[in-house]
């Protein structure tokens, strides 16, 4: 099987990652999707795609942040592995993407927010040395 994690960056292979990221987040509509990711590109938005055979099968969304409190540091917005590609390391591919990409863009930490909900992904995060650092809050306005 052959395994590759890039960047994506043309139109269409931004399309391609849609049904995988559709499935963490369901409220997505297929023909916004290009529109919202170029839009979000220009406040630093990232995309990147882990492949089986030719085939999406991870997403992550990403983008470098400066703050005081942490610094240069690559924020993960999404990250998803696509329901029929779990358990085999794909997640874990990404991760190590993600790493090496923040490294190559001068940061010192990688941070994500995972909600609650989401046991399954907060035991993998564990698994693969991220820590509960902070508690993320919020208030609909």
Request: glycine share 10%; proline share 1%.
């Amino acid at each position: 099987m052959e395994h590759e994690v890039k960047e994506a960056l043309s139109d269409g292979e931004i399309e391609a990652t849609f049904p995988v990221m559709k499935q963490l987040r369901p409220h997505l509509d297929e023909r916004d999707y290009l529109e919202t990711i170029r839009r979000m590109q220009g406040t630093g938005y990232r995309i990147a795609a882990a492949f089986e055979d030719g085939q999406v099968v991870c997403v992550a969304g990403f983008r470098v942040q400066e703050n005081l409190y942490g610094g240069r540091h690559l924020y993960v917005d999404d990250l998803i592995t696509d329901d029929s590609a779990r358990s085999r390391g794909n997640g874990q591919r990404m991760l190590g993407w993600l790493t090496d990409q923040a490294r190559r863009d001068g940061c010192g930490q990688l941070h994500l927010d995972s909600g609650v909900q989401r046991s399954d992904a907060h035991r993998f995060y564990l698994r693969e040395g991220l820590t509960i650092s902070s508690y993320h809050f919020r208030k609909e306005i």
